[in-house]
C-alpha cells in the first residue's frame, strides 16, 4: 500500500500537476479528495480581548476557505501574542493597535439609532466626509436631509433583517451590507411590509463613511 | 471598557521602558497610533498555482486587517506549502483540494453570458438548487423564466460596474456583491442609464446557488 | 574553504542524493555523518502539568530517534501551549482534553495490588472488557478466576523489575511490557526464583483492557 | 489532583467566555470531551525518502497521543526539511545522517533467516556484542550455539505472528517485540501448534544487539 | 555572476505575474528596489529582561541587515521565550543562561575608571590574563604598569567619544571599539586636545581578556 | 538585579521540578551553568547563494551569542527562504533585494589596489562622498590626494593583516576594522616594519564612504 501511495506522489509530479489539479483518484487507492487541514497562525503583538481574537479566528478561517474547499472544522488558526518586549521591528519595540470595533456592530448601532430617530447617537458614528446614497440616486450628507427626503414617502419605517455580511476591502474600507425587508405605514395610514432592501456601507477606521440603500418600495407601489 | 484595557497594558510597561524607546503616550488614548506589524503563516499542501496564492494572500491580509488597524504594508502573509510526503494527519499522508473558482470570475462570467443572452454558459455556473429573487420579490429558479418576466419591462439592459464584493460566509458559502448602474431601452424605445443596481450571489463548490437583485428601476420610471 | 564547501553541496545535489544517500565524505571536507540536529514543536492547548509535558518531550524525543540517529542532546523539542482563546479550529475556541495517565504507571499500580492480592484497588484499572492470558494459554477476564487459576501452582510469587517498556500503538491501545525475574514459594514450600517472567498490556482511555503474560516457570520445574 | 488543574483552567475562563461558545461543562468532568487538535512540526535536514518520513508521520502521531487523548485523525504531523545550505549550527552547514533502517524489518529478516536456517544472512543483523537468552534463562552469543541448544528439542519450528510493537528507548537502543504462536515437529515426530511465544529485540544503529525468548513450550510439554 | 542569477529569476516569473503586480524591471539591474521585509525569530528559555531582549533585538535585526539590504523598518524579530517545562533537549528541561553583560558598558564603565585611576574598579573587569598593548606596541598585563608607562608621557588625559562599535566574533571573544579623541596636558604644562584614539577590546564571558591602543599623540606631538 | 531575577525564576520552579531533574543550584549564583540551545530562524524570500546564506547563518549565530553565552555549537539557524509567489505584504508580491556584497571582501580587495598603486580599481569601490581621515587628523577626499600626502613619508609600505572585524551598525553602514602590521621603506631607504595599525571603514549599500586610519608610524619614528 505504501508503495501505491509512492506512485500516486511520482504521477501527481509528472503529468497530473502540469494538467492543473484534475486530480483523478480511484476508489482502491485509499485517497479521497479535498481532506487537506490548512493550519493559520497569526502573530501578533498582545492587547487583544477574548471577542476581538474570536473575530480574527473567523476572519481567518473564512479567508482560508474563500479558496481551500476545507470544512470549516479542518481550518485550524493559531493566535501567537507577543509582549512587546518580544518584538521588535528596525530594533524598536512596539506599541499594539488598539483593535477596530466590530464593523457589524457599528452599522447596528446606526441602524438602531436611525429607526428610533436619535439622530445625535447616530451621528457620533459618522465620519465626517459621510456620504448616503438612497433609491433614485438621492445623494445627501447630512441625516436631517435624509428625514426632510423621507417625511412626504412614509410616516415610519422599521427593518427586518435577514442577514449581515461584512469584509476588509482591498483599500482601507471594511465593508457591511444589511439586508432584510421593511414595514411601515405610508401617509395616507395604510401599512407596507416585505419589501426587500439592501443596505452598504464603507467604515474606515470605525466611522461610517457611506451608506448606500436599496429597496423595493417603488416596485412594490407601481404594483396595481 | 477598550479603555481600561489600554491602560493596564501601559501599567505594566515600566516608566524606564517608555523612556528608553521614546514613546509618547497621551492620556487620552492610551495607544500610541498604530505601529503593529502583524504576521500571517498560512500551511497548506502544494498545489495551488501563483493566482490562487495571490487570492489568499489578499483574503488573509484583509483578514488581519478587519480587526487590526494595521496599514496593508505592514500586513506579511507567508504560505509555506509542503509537498504531501511532508504532511500527516492521522500518521497518513493527504492530496490537496484543488483550489476553489474565483467566486467574482464566477459571477462575472455570469453576468456576461446573461446580457448576452448565452443561457447555455450561464445555466453551466449555476447549482440544481439555483434561486434566484428580482424587485418586488419575485423568485424564480431558471433562466427562462427571467427572460419571460423582463419582456414587458424592457428591450435590453445593460450593466457598467462600480465594484465588486466578496467574501466567505460562515456557513458553506461565498457571498459576492456585484453593484453599479444599468442602461438600456425600454419598449416604448426611449433609454434608460444610470440606473443603481447591486446583486447578491451565494455560491457554494464554485456553483451559484442564489441570486438576489435590487434595482432602481421603479423608482425611475415613479420619477416625473 | 567556502568554495569547497559549495562544491561539497553541489555533489549532494546530483550523484550523491540519486545513489540515496551513501554518501562518502573525505576527512579534509571538514563534515562528519550523522551531525544533525532536529527540532520538534508540538502545539497544544495550554493545561498540561509539568509531569505529562515531560512525557510529551520525552515520547517526541524517541519519535524522532527511532528514524533519524541523532544523539538525545541533538534532539530540541519545544511545546508551544496556548490559552484556549487563541487557538481556533472551524472558527471555535476548544477545550483540551485531560492528558492520559501515564500508562507505565498504571501498569505499575496494578501489579503492585495484584501481588499485594488487592483486587479491588486492581479492578478499578481495568476496562469492562478486560481480558488476561497466562501461560498455557489459559484466557481469563475476572481476577478472582485468576486467584483460582494460581492456587495449585504457588503459595505465592513476587515480582523483581528489568525494566519497562511503553509506546502508543498505532490503533487506540497503548502497550506496556513488563519484564523481569519471578521468586515466590510452591506449595511445597519449596522457594523459587530468578524466573524469567514479560508482560504484555494494552491500555485504552487510561484502563488496561489486556494482558498477556510469559514466563518460564514451566521451564524451570521441568528441568532436573 | 489533576481534578483541581482541571477546575482551576475553568475559573479563569470566565462564564462570558463559557456562554459566548455554549461550552456546557458539568461539575464532575471538568473538562468536556476531548476535541484539541495537537499539531507537530519536524525540522530536519533534507534527505529522507516517503518511506522514512512516513515512519517519522507515524511516530511523532503516537509521541502526542501517548499523552493528549486525540482521535489519530485531529493529530497533524508537517515535516521541513530543509536544504544544508539553509540549516547552521555554531554557524556550520551540517550533513544529515542516513535514517535508521525500520526496526521491525530488520528483525523480520532476522527472524525469517533463523527460520530457514540461514545463518549468514541472520548473522549479519547482529552486532558484535549481540547476546540471546532463550527458555530457562540459557544465554548464547553465536547463533551455532542456538542450532544446538535447539536440537534434542524440535525438528523444526516456525512461527505464525500476532502482532509487532516498536519503539525507541531513552537510550540509545531500539526495542522490538514480536509475538504469535509457534508451530513444530517435535523429535518424536508429533507435531505441535498455537504455542504462544515473544521475542524481544534491542537494536543499536541498525544491527541486533540483544534477543530474549519467552514461550509457552515447556507449559504445553507438561500438560498432560 | 550574480547578476546572472537574477535575470533567471525574472525569467521563471511570468511576464503575466510582472504585469500582475505592476513590477517595473529595467534591464540593468535585474531587480527593483529592496522590497524585502525579513522576519527572524528566536527561540530561547525565558528569564531574559526587557534590557537585555532589546540588544537581542538590535543584534539580531543588524545581523540580517549586514547581508540584506532592506531598511530596518522592514526587518522584524519576534522572540519566543518558553518556560523550562516547554522546552527539552535531549528529553531534557534546561535552565537558561544568565545573559551576559552589554560589552561596551563594560568598556565604558573600565574607561571612566581608568581616566579617574579607581585602579580597583577597573580591575575587577578584567580577565586574569589581561593583556594591553599601547602606541608602540609596549604589551603590558597589570594596571599599575599603565601608570608608570604613562607618567613620563603626561599629567592627565581624558577622553570625548565619538562612537562604539561592539560586536560578537566568530570566537569566543566579543570585541567592542572605542573611538573618539584625547584632552590632557603635557608634563610641561602645555595642554592638547582633539588627539584621535581608537581602542580595541576582547571580553569573553564578561572581562576583559584584551585592550588594544592606537592614537595620534606621537604624531601630535612630532609636527612642528 | 540580575540576581534578583534569578531567584524569581527559581521561585516558581518547584521543589518537585528541581529534585525531578536533578538540578542542583547553589543559593550564590541563582543559575546553574549555561546549557540553552537557541534556536534562530529566518524568513527570507528565495534568491540568496550559498555564500550569503552562510554570512546571514554566521551573522544571526553571532548576533544571539552576543547576549546569550551559548557555545556556538548549540546555537542553531534555519534559513526559510520562500518563492515569490509564497510571500505577501500589502497583498503584494515582492522581488528579493539583491544581497550586500562581503564588506570584509571589499576592504580587502580596496586595501589590495591601494598597495598596488591600482587607484582605478580603488576608486570603483568608493561612494562618492568618501572622506578618508590619516594620522594627525588629516581629512582627505580623493585617492591622489593621499599619493601626494603619502611621498614625503615613505617610499612604500606593504600591510600584514592580523584580524578583520566586521559588523552591521544601526544605522546604514557597515563598519569593518582591518589590522596588523606595516613594513615598508623610507625616503632614506631605511626600512621599517612590525608598525601597528587599525583602519576603521563605513560602507553603504557595498561602496566604502569613510576610511579612517591610526598606527605607530611618529611613536616609532620618536624612538630613539
Redesign the interface.
Known amino acids: 500500500m505504501?508503495h501505491q501511495?509512492?506512485s500516486?506522489?511520482i504521477f501527481?509530479i509528472s503529468i497530473i500537476?502540469l494538467e492543473?489539479?484534475?486530480?483523478c483518484?480511484t476508489h482502491n487507492t485509499g485517497?479521497s479528495?479535498?481532506?487537506?487541514?490548512?493550519?493559520?497562525?497569526?502573530?501578533?503583538?498582545?492587547?487583544?480581548?477574548?471577542e476581538?481574537?474570536?473575530?480574527?479566528?473567523?476572519?481567518?478561517?473564512?479567508?482560508?476557505?474563500?479558496?481551500?474547499?476545507?470544512?470549516?472544522?479542518?481550518?485550524?488558526?493559531?493566535?501567537?501574542?507577543?509582549p512587546?518586549?518580544?518584538?521588535?521591528?528596525?530594533?524598536?519595540?512596539?506599541?499594539?493597535?488598539?483593535?477596530?470595533p466590530d464593523?457589524i456592530a457599528i452599522v447596528k448601532n446606526f441602524l438602531v439609532a436611525m429607526e428610533a430617530r436619535k439622530l445625535e447617537i447616530a451621528r457620533d458614528l459618522l465620519a465626517n466626509n459621510f456620504e448616503m446614497?438612497f433609491?433614485?440616486?438621492v445623494v445627501m450628507h447630512r441625516l436631517e436631509e435624509l428625514i426632510v427626503w423621507a417625511q412626504p414617502r412614509y410616516k415610519f419605517v422599521t427593518k427586518t433583517y435577514d442577514g449581515f455580511?461584512?469584509?476588509?476591502?482591498?483599500g482601507d474600507a471594511?465593508?457591511v451590507?444589511a439586508?432584510g425587508t421593511l414595514q411601515g405605514e405610508y401617509l395616507d395610514g395604510s401599512s407596507f411590509e416585505?419589501v426587500?432592501?439592501?443596505d452598504?456601507f464603507e467604515m474606515i477606521?470605525g466611522k461610517i463613511v457611506k451608506q448606500?440603500v436599496?429597496?423595493?418600495?417603488?416596485?412594490?407601489?407601481?404594483?396595481p
Chains 1, 2, 3, 4, 5, 6 share one sequence.
Open positions: 505504501l501511495k509512492a500516486i506522489s501527481h500537476f492543473r489539479y484534475e486530480i483518484i485517497f479528495e479535498g481532506v487537506e487541514m490548512p493550519i493559520v497562525e497569526l502573530h501578533v503583538l498582545n492587547g487583544y480581548d477574548i476581538e481574537k474570536q473575530r480574527l479566528g473567523d476572519a481567518l478561517t473564512n479567508a482560508v476557505r474563500f479558496v481551500v474547499p476545507a470544512a470549516p472544522e479542518l481550518v485550524t488558526v493559531m493566535i501567537h501574542d507577543m512587546a518586549e518580544d518584538y521588535y521591528r528596525g530594533g524598536k519595540s512596539r506599541i499594539p493597535a488598539r483593535a477596530l464593523p446614497t433609491p433614485g440616486g455580511d461584512a469584509m476588509q476591502s482591498n471594511a465593508v451590507f439586508r416585505s426587500r432592501f439592501i452598504r477606521n448606500e436599496w429597496n423595493d418600495m417603488a416596485e412594490i407601489r407601481m404594483q
